[in-house]
Each structure stands twice: as structure tokens, then as C-alpha cells.
């Protein structure tokens, strides 16, 4: 079994950054692809952002150049760097991990964007 810790969501003004963390433990042998999703209620979860073991990085189209997903291999540990939030940039973010073939995914963080 991998546990997840998210942290890091919080309220900001539009314009703003705010640095997300998910920290994996656990059974934790061959950690793969790791990402962060998000939701609003209402809508189905989106993928934001993922990246491989090998670090190749994939954006969603409406995060491109604002958001930057990075990882920690020595810390079993990845972030996600928000800036110029938006408010449609409002939603629970969570993280994904694929761990020896299993996704196991985080309890969610709320981020809000005031306009």
C-alpha cells in the first residue's frame, strides 16, 4: 500500500502562486508516473499536469506556462508550481501515483482563486 500526503492548497488572489506537495509512503518500490488532477463539483476530474520516473513532463492545455510539475525521487515527493492563478483555476486538487502497477491517489487540497 502507497499513503499520500497533500499539501500546500490554500486561497490566493488572482495573479497569485501557491505550491502544491504530495508525499508518498509506503510500499513505495517502483514509483512510476506521478500527476496532479483536479475537480470542480459538477465535473469530471481532469488531468493538470504528470510526470514519468524519468522526469518528461505533459501539461493540460489550459495550465501550459503557468504551471510546473516537478519531482523528488530521494523524498518520494511531488509538486506542482502555480502561478498567475486564475479563478476557473479554482478546484480540489489531487495527487496520482502509479506504484508497481497500482494508482493510489491523495485525499484532495482545496485551492481558490479570488478574482
Known amino acids: 500500500q502507497v499513503q499520500l500526503v497533500e499539501s500546500g492548497g490554500g486561497l490566493v488572489q488572482a495573479g497569485g502562486s501557491l505550491r502544491l506537495s504530495c508525499a508518498a509512503s509506503g510500499s513505495i518500490f517502483g514509483l512510476g508516473l506521478m500527476g496532479w488532477y483536479r475537480q470542480v463539483p459538477g465535473k469530471q476530474r481532469e488531468l493538470v499536469a504528470s510526470i514519468g520516473s524519468g522526469g518528461h513532463t505533459g501539461y493540460a492545455d489550459s495550465v501550459k506556462g503557468r504551471f510546473t510539475i516537478s519531482r523528488d525521487n530521494a523524498k518520494n515527493t511531488v509538486y506542482l508550481q502555480m502561478n498567475s492563478l486564475k479563478p476557473e483555476d479554482t478546484a480540489v486538487y489531487f495527487c496520482?501515483?502509479?506504484?508497481?502497477?497500482?494508482?493510489?491517489w491523495g485525499q484532495g487540497t482545496q485551492v481558490t482563486v479570488s478574482s
Open positions: 496520482k501515483v502509479i506504484a508497481a502497477l497500482n494508482a493510489y
